[in-house]
């Protein structure tokens, strides 16, 4: 079955620097993969969607890149501010979407 | 105007109690969803509903079950709580099915805690 994987670890960076977290899928050849933002006793915010032809989308200070070959999803937020920290989710799937455990990023003024 | 919404937002009862959680979306969406949010943060599906009919039932105890009066509404009823029911409770939308990729709306949750 199709399998999501992030890193589990927190992301600690400085204020003003790019976080980069990254989202690795197995078993699976994702039409998309879509990414959101959770913050603590809130429900997932979608932030972005790619899909499987193109390699980067952009809103904003976010980027999100797709490497159907390293079988990849990369998250950037450039300049990042405190506010950004939250919990970063990615997810696909075909019938249903499916969940990565989600990465915690937390930036430091 | 809240988009997705649920009740309640907090629900403590005691094992072997039945419960309901209510979620409503104004969104004008076809296709509704709840998920099940562990201690650990993992986020899974159990059921999804397109136009009231059920599409996606995930391996869920047949104590929980979802209904879907209209296209706006779609409860959650369990049966017998268990502690292990313990978790956060998210009802979901989106303008048609996972399959296309659609960005899903997300309620506030609801956080079950069972005595």
């Known amino acids: 079955s199709q399998k999501i994987e992030q890193n589990s670890e927190a992301l600690n960076i400085q204020e003003g620097k790019t976080a980069t977290l990254t989202c690795n899928y197995t078993?699976?050849?994702?039409?998309?993969l879509q990414w959101y933002r959770q913050d603590p006793g809130r429900g997932p915010v979608f932030l972005l969607l790619?899909?499987?032809?193109?390699k980067e989308k952009r809103k904003e200070r976010l980027k999100v890149t797709f490497d159907t070959t390293l079988k990849q999803s990369l998250f950037h937020i450039t300049a990042s501010q405190p506010a950004d920290s939250a919990t970063y989710l990615c997810g696909t799937g075909f019938q249903k979407l499916v969940f990565g455990t989600g990465t915690r990023l937390l930036v430091s003024p | 105007d809240t988009a997705v919404s649920q009740t309640p937002k907090y629900l403590v009862t005691q094992m072997g109690n039945d419960k309901s959680i209510k979620c409503e979306q104004n969104l004008g969406h076809d296709t509704m969803y709840w998920y099940k949010q562990d201690s650990k943060k993992f986020l899974k599906i159990m059921f999804s509903y397109n136009n009231k009919e059920l599409i996606i039932n995930e391996t869920v105890p047949n104590r929980f079950s979802p209904k879907s009066p209209d296209k706006a509404h779609l409860n959650l009823h369990i049966n017998s709580l268990e502690l292990g029911d313990s978790a956060v409770y998210f009802c979901a939308s989106s303008q048609g099915r996972s399959v296309s990729g659609n960005e899903q709306f997300f309620g506030p949750g609801t956080r079950l805690t069972v005595l």
């Open positions: 790619i899909r499987e032809n193109e």
């Open positions: 078993n699976y050849s994702p039409a998309y």
